[in-house]
């Protein structure tokens, strides 16, 4: 038994997390007014860290800070807006899709015409206003004029995913948070699991993780073990599970970056040590976006330095974070470990990349 059982601490943590359904998230959005709606948009990670969230009433106006903008925004970035409409208790939430396009005018055309001359340094915000209720207008006399016109937001391409999380930890360590619940998850299947190098040190929730995931490089039971390159990139596998002979049964990479030729890489390396078992080995996927990036891993699959190892596996996986979800879900409801490790492997959870 591990240390304390900490597994079961961080499989609690999801429990007691703040969670929402996107069907019940939509509610809050039509009976709340326009202030707590931009609240909950930033709070529940709906909208990003590289987007713009604002609210904006009876003043008609709101500003942006230039500097903080100008740093985070990004090709896909979007300004979004809640707005009051008659009925004070019905906003309406407005998106701009371009955004990191139109900020780039507005910095040409505005701020590179005198706008913060006479600024003091801490306030730089670029002012909008509307002129209409969907139509803003950023600029000053001295300046040019520049329009952002804002279609209504769709809640459903808004809300994609099914369960939305509220805790400031787990959103400031995503990543790592993911890796924590794969560890965990591995642990309550009965099965031991290895964090990769740069995470197996760490803390998340209070916790040492290497309390939950113990094995070393060492302890893995891998033919080829030596050392160079091809240890070392396993070595920074995400998370590895293995039976209690240490035997290795699956590796996971979650990648939030979409960088699938390092993933596949990794996987190789993986496989080059493992022998004859590594024709055995769930090589799992971890993503937000499977019609998007299955595709693309397809075609790193198909690439002559790749295509050799993983063409024709059934064992290259893709793990939707929305399934890993379901699983600790499931999980909390107290389905049976090996029932529920049946339904992982087995089951619809993992996803075909070939």
Known sequence: MLENNNYELILNRFKSLNFYEA?????????????????????????????????????????IPELKTSKIIRSNSKLVVTRPTLDSEKPVVYVYQNWQEKFWEITEKIIGKGYFENFQNDSKKIKG??????????????????YVEFDRANLNSLLKQK?????????????????????ALGAYFGLKSKLAKGEKNQSLYGLELN????????????????????????DYLDVIWANKNHKILAAFEVELKRDWLDVLSKFQNLKLLSG???????????????????PAILEWVCAENIRRDFENTQLLKYLPIQNLKEILYKRDKHT??????????????LVDIN
């Not at 939305?164 to 619940?181: K, P, R, V, W």
């Not at 995931?213 to 396993?234: F, R």
């Not at 004859?276 to 299955?294: F, L, R, T």
């Open 336 to 349: 049976i470990p090996n029932l529920l490790r049946e339904e992982f492997f087995n089951g619809n959870i």
């Open 129 to 146: 206003w509307f002129d209409e209720h969907n139509l803003l207008r950023f600029g000053t006399k001295k300046t040019d004029s520049v």
């Open 163 to 183: 369960y939305y999380f509220e805790d400031e930890e787990t959103g400031q360590h995503l990543h790592l948070s993911y890796q924590a619940q794969l560890s």
């Open 211 to 234: 309390t939950i995931a113990n094995l070393t490089m060492e302890d893995l039971n891998i033919e080829n073990l030596k050392v160079g390159k091809s240890k070392e990139q396993v």
């Open 23 to 63: 069907s019940t998230l939509k509610d809050k959005i039509h009976k709340n007014n326009h202030i707590e709606v931009r609240k909950l948009l930033s709070n529940y990670n709906i909208v990003k860290p590289w987007d713009t969230n604002r609210s904006c009433g009876k003043s008609d106006y709101f500003d």
């Open 276 to 294: 004859e078992n590594g024709e055995e080995i769930y090589y799992v996927i971890v993503g937000n976006h499977p019609n998007k990036d299955i």
